[in-house]
Every structure is written in C-alpha cells, then in structure tokens.
Nanobody, 114 residues
Framework: QVQLVESRGGLVQAGGSLRLSCAAS????????MGWYRQAPGKQREFVAT???????SYADSVKGRFTISRDNARNTVYLQMNTLRPEDTAVYYC????????WGQGTQVTVSS
C-alpha cells in the first residue's frame, strides 16, 4: 500500500506562482509513475501532469509552459511548480501514483483570484 500526502495549497492572485509537493510513504519501492490531477467545482477530475521514475514528463495542453512537474526519488516526493496562474486553474489538486495499484492523495485546494 502507498500513502500520498500533499502539501497545503492556497490562495494566489492571477499571474502568481505556487508550488505543491506530495510525499509518498509505505510500499514506495513499488511506485513507477507519479502525477497530478485536478478537479474544479462541477467538473470531472482531469489530468495535469505525470512524471516517470526516470524523469520523463507529460502535461495537459492547458498547463504546458506554465507548470513544471519534478520528482525527488531519494525523498519519495513529487512537486508541481505552477507559474502564471489563472482563475481557471482553481481546483482541488490531487497527487497520484501508479504501482501495483493506483493511489491518490487527499487533495489540496488551490484558488486563483482574478
């Protein structure tokens, strides 16, 4: 089993930046890819970014060029650096990891004011 704990999100003005982190514990040796999804009010959860164990990345078109995902395997932590934030980035952000199963964090609220 894998447990994922996200850092606290927050409130930021449009154009600002925020960094999220997510620490994994438990059966960490089994983790392959890690990533972030988000869910805005009234919408389905959507893909944001993923990163492989070797550092290969993938991004949603809506965040490409603004968000950067990174990973510290020694610390079992994945990060999401979010720059040039927009009001439409407001959502609950979920950390996720793939191994024998698919694991989710509890989510953290990010609010971008206009």
């Amino acid at each position: 089993q894998v447990q994922l704990v996200e850092s606290r999100g927050g409130l930021v003005q449009a154009g600002g930046s925020l960094r999220l982190s997510c620490a994994a514990s438990g059966s960490i040796f089994s983790i392959n890819d890690m990533g972030w999804y988000r869910q805005a009010p009234g919408k389905q959860r959507e893909f944001v970014a993923t990163i492989t164990r070797r550092g290969g990345t993938s991004y949603a078109d809506s965040v490409k060029g603004r968000f950067t995902i990174s990973r510290d395997n020694a610390r079992n932590t994945v990060y999401l650096q979010m720059n040039t934030l927009r009001p439409e980035d407001t959502a609950v952000y979920y950390c996720t990891a793939w191994g024998p199963g698919h694991y989710w964090g509890q989510g953290t609220q990010v609010t971008v004011s206009s």
